[in-house]
């Protein structure tokens, strides 16, 4: 897992990457609870990522986690493909 922070509020998951033969083991679940858990700690207020659109099973995982799509890049990657920006707001 690999994430940014910015000194005000941005604490941003920049990627999670599950092995092929260690995927559907809860995995990137538990990767995504160590990001927001960490973020609650350090005080920030939101966790975003970035998805690319065809990416099914990560979009439903950050959905499940209660992100909520914020934005849309279209055409963002060099193939053309969509980035949805997803971002969990912190109590």
Known sequence: ???REHPVDAFEVLGIVVEEGYR?????????ETAV???KEK??????VAVFANNKNM????????????????HAKWD???????K???A
Request: no cysteine; hydrophobic share 50%.
């Open 1 to 3: 897992m690999v994430v």
């Open 24 to 32: 559907r083991m809860n995995i990137g679940v538990r990767l995504l």
């Open 37 to 39: 858990r960490r973020a």
């Open 43 to 48: 005080g920030y207020r939101a966790v975003s």
């Open 59 to 74: 979009l439903m995982l950050a959905v499940k986690q209660d992100f909520k799509p914020v934005k849309m890049e279209y």
């Open 80 to 86: 053309g493909e969509d980035i949805v920006h997803l």
């Open 88 to 90: 969990r707001y912190l």
